[in-house]
């Protein structure tokens, strides 16, 4: 077998980008232009959301929710440890503090109950996220911020194309944040996405993503904001793979399903759990190979890099044990079992829309040499 990377991004013909982005192009006007208008309004339809704001990335989007939402530094956050580490690092450019949550078996999602455990009077929010394109308990979760008088936004960098309830992801708390960068199933080979139904979050976030200028003359500075727009480019790619949504993620559920078949039941070997109220939008496969299997996870994941291919210990290590965490303000819940459990057993495997079925084949049969 030759080198089978974890990812690739599955893109669409260069032609159709060249022809959807040539009249920008030769007008000039390469970033935030109709391209840009015409993805933004084909997420709000794809999404069912009346607002979506595009950025140069996801990370760019999470940093900007928290300061249009107005969150005041020195407040806590609670985010899950098991997750990807800009969710909490966008927190910390911020001077907020991240409070690690432990995750519920099965699914990978944030705890709700141990969420409400670790809710104090300096919460300022709570931000879920979809563990491998799958939602969390959306239900318990937004019932808690209710209850709680707390906004919940969610980082739904790896959920463009889940469901829950029948309800498209997007259109759950104050704001969602999408990545669109060449690992997720709808790229623009690099970008984020905010949808909301708050119209003045709308408007603060268009503001911010250029620089916070004044939306009615761009000359003053009304927010603090970044340079994060999103080129027209980007926005064709986004909006060409964004047609494809549907197609997109059943290519990956399809071959989710055959791995699942062919690897969960494997002795000391476990998936992650669809809940009957949710689909995923398939952005990952990860296998967890416990201490009671034939190999351990790193002993797996070496065998296959010597094999040509490449996997991922994923969630690891879990965000609260990463070095960077170390010089800011955090706080731990006291029930992390889950968390730890989850981030030294999972090894993610190649999976993209388009990946042949003999790589994917080829990868089952290699791992079932290995644990069987």
């Known amino acids: ?17 060249e022809a959807l982005v040539r009249q920008s192009w030769e007008a000039g006007i390469v970033t935030v232009g109709a391209t840009v208008r015409a993805f933004e309004g084909e997420a709000c339809q794809r999404t069912g959301t009346k607002h979506a704001v595009a950025f140069s990335s996801c990370t760019a989007g999470l940093m900007l929710v928290p300061r249009a939402l107005e969150l005041k530094p ?3 956050v609670i985010v899950p440890s098991f997750t990807f580490a800009a969710t909490a690092q966008a927190l910390v450019w911020h001077g907020l503090i991240p409070v690690f949550c432990d995750c519920l078996p099965g699914t990978g999602a ?6 409400e455990r670790n809710i104090t009077p300096q919460t300022v929010a709570i931000c879920p996220v979809y563990i491998f394109g799958l939602p969390p308990d959306l239900d318990a979760l937004l019932d808690l911020g209710r209850r709680k008088g707390i906004p919940v936004y969610f980082d739904s960098a790896q959920g463009l194309g889940a469901t829950y309830q029948g309800r498209p992801a997007g259109s759950f708390g104050i704001a969602e944040v999408f ?3 060449p690992t997720k199933v709808v790229t623009a080979l690099e970008g984020g996405l905010v949808t909301t139904n708050d119209e003045d979050l709308a408007v603060r976030l268009r503001a911010m993503r250029d620089y916070g200028k004044d939306p009615k003359n761009g000359e003053d500075m009304t ?15 986004g909006l060409l793979s964004l047609r494809r949504m549907d197609e997109l993620v059943k290519a990956r559920v399809e071959r989710i399903a055959i791995y699942r078949d062919r690897l969960g039941s494997l002795p000391g070997c476990s998936v992650q759990k669809f809940p ?15 201490d009671n299997a034939r190999k351990t996870r790193d002993q ?21 044990q990463q070095t960077v965490f170390r010089h800011f303000p955090m706080r731990v819940s006291s029930h992390m079992s889950n968390t730890l459990k989850a981030s030294a057993e999972g090894l993610a495997l190649p999976l993209y829309s388009h990946m042949c079925f003999e790589d994917l084949e080829a990868v089952c049969k290699h791992i079932e040499g290995l644990l069987v």
Do not use: W
């Open 1 to 17: 077998m030759n080198y089978l990377p974890i990812i690739r991004p599955t893109l669409p013909a260069f032609a159709e980008v």
């Open 74 to 76: 020195g407040g806590e």
């Open 110 to 115: 944030l705890d709700p109950q141990d969420v």
């Open 179 to 181: 990545s669109l960068s």
């Open 223 to 237: 927010y603090l904001g970044l340079s994060a727009r999103m080129s027209e480019l980007h926005a064709a790619v």
């Open 276 to 290: 009957s109220d949710r689909t995923t939008s398939g952005n990952y496969f990860v296998l967890f190979v416990s």
């Open 300 to 320: 797996v994941c070496a065998a296959l890099r010597d094999l040509g291919i490449q996997t991922k210990r994923y969630f690891y290590p879990p965000v609260h």
